[in-house]
């Protein structure tokens, strides 16, 4: 079905040995990971608490902003997450139905924003899962976003804030190791945290 000699890729929890044999065997090659960090948000409300909003910027949850505009900076945020390691050309218009189906099932009132002088700068959406689970997915709109470590910081503390009195005791964060604001922000939580890494690999 492929319409270009393009890489297949596959993906694989490092904790599966079996996976990740078969994957060495085929000359599979990773080229990224996914800590995948398990959280507890009434645990990280110290760590939450402790985030300040940059100046300029406004941090709310998401109820009134459209949907438009999410699915907008969520699309936006996919692109350049991803440029750098998935094989192009990447199709805007799946990445753009991606996006608007991510919305759809983004849980609004847990979820945070950061908007600077109108324009939604970062956010940490929650969204659930079609098994119930919940999941937390944060970066900032542009990749060169001014203070996007401290945006991406602001709204997963707001983000935890209310999932801590919502009481929900575990959400995992989705994210890469080359996501340029989060990891940074990943690396400030206070240790012994539990992590499920996600291996992607490249098939040639």
Known sequence: MRIAPLPMAVSFLERDAAAAGLVRSVGGQVVQTAPNFVLDP????????????????????????????????????YLWQHEG????????????????ATVA???RELSSGAWIRGR?????????????????????????????I????AVVAAALGRLAAADVREIALDGHVTDRHLDPVTHTFPPGLRTDPLQVAHLS
């Open 120 to 148: 939604l700068a970062a956010v940490a959406s929650v969204i659930e899962e079609p098994d119930g689970d919940l999941l937390l997915v944060s970066e900032t709109s542009r990749p060169d976003e001014p203070e996007g």
């Open 150 to 153: 401290a945006l991406v910081a």
């Open 105 to 107: 099932r983004t849980r």
């Open 85 to 100: 390691w998935c094989p192009p050309p990447v199709s805007v218009p799946a990445v753009t139905a991606h996006a608007e």
């Open 42 to 77: 009434v645990a990280m409300l110290d760590w939450a608490t402790a985030q300040p909003v940059p100046p300029g910027a406004v941090v709310g949850d998401l109820t009134g902003a459209p949907a438009t505009e999410l699915a907008e900076a969520c699309r936006d945020r």
